[in-house]
């Protein structure tokens, strides 16, 4: 994590608790309601191969030769 002189006394465990989540890409936002939101921020590695591997609609291909 580094080094937590810079956060104040009280607070250094909260800080040091909140960098494992922001490790695996985790993001916390504030919500408009005064609360807090959290996000994933990243996306598995898997999901572009699974996309990439996907098969072509062959209705919308028809229909992309229609238009062409």
């Known amino acids: 994590m580094g080094?937590?002189?810079h956060i104040?006394?009280?607070k250094r465990e909260l800080?040091?608790?909140m960098?494992?989540?922001a490790r695996l890409g985790?993001?916390?936002i504030d919500s408009a309601k005064g609360g807090i939101?959290?996000?994933n921020g990243s996306d598995p590695s898997?999901?572009?191969e699974v996309k990439g591997e996907k098969d072509p609609d062959p209705i919308l291909l028809e229909l992309q030769a229609?238009?062409?």
């Open 3 to 5: 080094s937590t002189t």
């Open 8 to 10: 104040e006394e009280g």
């Open 15 to 17: 800080a040091k608790d």
């Open 19 to 21: 960098h494992g989540p």
């Open 26 to 28: 985790v993001r916390l």
């Open 37 to 39: 939101v959290m996000m």
């Open 46 to 48: 898997l999901v572009p």
């Open 66 to 68: 229609k238009c062409s």
